[in-house]
């Protein structure tokens, strides 16, 4: 069965980590960081920190091979909320 699943992160604010929402994947996500995002978002596992993280830009977007939406987890800078779409099946 093929399925498509889409939705936006909205609000991650400061640096604790934010775990995206349970979604199982068959093949893979893409994840946009909109262009009207204040700063980078961070994406990482639950024990991340700025330096161990990958940073997105806004605009910026990557594939993931990850077989459920809730193991990235997300951080921003603080005093900026940022969101993070995502497109995956």
């Known amino acids: 069965m093929n399925r498509l699943y889409t939705g936006t992160v909205i609000g991650v604010s400061g640096l604790s980590p934010t775990q995206c929402p349970t979604i199982e994947l068959i093949n893979n996500v893409t994840v946009i960081a909109p262009s009207s995002n204040f700063s980078s978002i961070y994406l990482g596992n639950s024990s991340m920190t700025v330096a161990s993280s990958f940073p ?33 099946s």
């Open 56 to 88: 997105l830009s806004p605009g910026a977007g990557i594939s993931l091979n990850i077989d459920n939406l809730n193991l990235l987890y997300l951080m921003s800078q603080s005093g900026h909320s940022n969101n993070l779409s995502y497109i995956g």
